[in-house]
């Protein structure tokens, strides 16, 4: 019996095919769904929703498939096609693949959804789905998870560790995302960034491609990197948990058929997804104690002042720098508190502010740049400033303070005390009166003056120009004691400025940074506008405070959609589009023009 080479099998087979008359396909159409596996799979594992319609190979849509209610994530679909000669019948099939990635372990009913196909519109049956623990891990320091097809658990995972265990309430820590692996990873995707609850949460991932390092893990060398790094300070006491991160990873796997390596075909690339362990943390609360003013920061603080020179004259503007820096939380140091003299007038500051991760923490400094203008001379005295906070280390309440500053003003104040000359006021040039020439002005006998438009706009001039001072004082005194109204003021400028940093960062190839600047400036807009803390502002929150403003639906939904489109990008590979940046940036410009408009 003569055996057929793999390259002839395949070209009988396309013959066969394509001379299949269309008759042939006209059979009763019917749809089925089915799980891969069929029953049970663990958390962190990959299961597939299948959509299988026989008697065609078309189907009219996407069906509204059922909502998972949380307890697995979307990751992807796939479409096969077949065509069977069974007893001179043939038959076609469509089937559509729906990934999925367990979440939480339970059981949980999948109920039946609509498919058109062949011009019917046709119902499933119901599933159920059993998520078990088994597959899962739990614990900082958790072993490998199991994953889809592609790698054995022991060979590809991703772990979430804590750089500290005890934690207080403010107290900066970070969290490390690395990937395990030991099998060829070709590239990999986040499928899901949870955003922690009770978290400020702050992207320390380091630019460009993941640094690459082999590493020994319970005796076993893997492949090994940093994903993901992230700074977090809880914004209260209790309980804490930070959720799983989900990947997408396309591992290139081996094949061994005789028909791969006659083709040259000797690897393929198979999704495979895995997931991360949970995090759980005690959150202490601070002792009792604390001194005022309270920084906020949990870590240490040193405290300076400075002035840009020590002589300056009766109204004239001096600055007044104050630089805070230390471990901690940086961020949440509020503006100092300036015990200046009446005679001072003070404008609001100019903050700066940076931040990064140092150690199992964070470290940095900010800069409160005020504009001093004195209104009366003498030898002044800017008061120290001060700032208390807790140092962990020492398990105590503890405070940083400037020096005192002295500042020379010279000078006379305007409208102080005049000097009389003896012999009074004498007049001069009063023996000549000089004759004017040329011809005199007419105007028609009888007009009385009230009655011209002149009048009474240079009458109103006086009351106009009191009026527009006492606004322009009110804006000032606004500005100096309510904190809500100056940051309303500046929010437009200060969202317009970041977003021009963003546009400048777009030409780069550092992508968490451009997307981080978006999110800042989305996130900042609504904190000044609606005078919230911007640090640990969750979206949740950030939502429902825009709808009980009366933001409307729309608004908000693409608000979440472009805070949600950063999180992904930032935690993504840093491979890009130019142009994606440039209609992202348009499309976050018309969206804060829209909802500027809708919080006025």
Known sequence: MRVL????????????????????????VSVRAYLTPSSNVGVGQTFVLNVEMTGTRTMAGEPELPDFGGFAQYLGKNTQSSVQMIDGRTSVSLTVQYRYQALRKGTFDIPAFDVISGGQTMTTEPLQLIVSSASSSSGANAGPQATENGAESQDLFVTAEATKDRIRDGESFVVEYRIWTRVDVGSFTFTRVPEPEGFWVEDITPGGQPQVEELTRNGQTYTTAVIRRIALVPTGPGERRIDPVGLDVQVRVRRNDLFSGFFGLGTEVVPTAVI???????????????????????????????????????????????????????????????????????????????????????????????????????????????????????????????????????????????????????????????IHLGTASLRPRGRVLFKGAAFWMFAFLPLAGIAGAVALRRHHDLLEGDVAYARGRRAGRIAKKRLAHARRLASGRDVRAFYGEIARALRGLVADRLNLAEAGLQTSELIARLGARGVGDTTMDEIKGCLEHCDRQRFAPPEVDSEEKARFLERVGHLMVDLDREIR
């Not at 080479?5 to 009763?28: E, N, R, T």
Request: charge should be negative; include cysteine; hydrophobic fraction near 40%.
């Open 5 to 28: 080479q793999p390259i002839q099998c395949l070209v009988l087979a396309g013959m066969m095919a394509w001379s299949i008359p269309a008759a042939v396909y006209a059979q009763d």
């Open 276 to 434: 991360s362990n949970p995090l759980t943390f005690q959150v202490e609360p601070l002792p009792p104690g604390r001194p005022e003013p309270f920084s906020g920061v949990v870590g240490r603080l040193a405290v300076s002042a400075a002035l840009d020179r020590d002589s300056v004259d009766v109204n004239e503007a001096v600055t007044l720098r104050v630089r805070v820096s230390g471990d901690g939380n940086i961020r949440t140091v509020p503006n100092p508190v300036l015990d200046l003299s009446a005679d001072f007038e003070v404008f609001p500051p100019d903050v700066s502010e940076s931040v990064q991760a140092s150690g199992p923490g964070l470290s940095g400094e900010k800069t409160f740049e005020y504009v001093l203008i004195p209104r009366a001379p003498g030898d002044r005295e800017i008061p120290g400033v001060s700032f208390g906070f807790f140092d962990e280390r020492a398990d105590e309440y503890r405070t940083a303070a400037a020096e005192r500053l002295a500042l020379k003003v010279t000078g006379v104040t305007q409208g102080g005390p005049v000097q009389l000359l003896r012999g009074g006021v004498s007049q001069l040039r009063e023996d000549i009166r000089f």
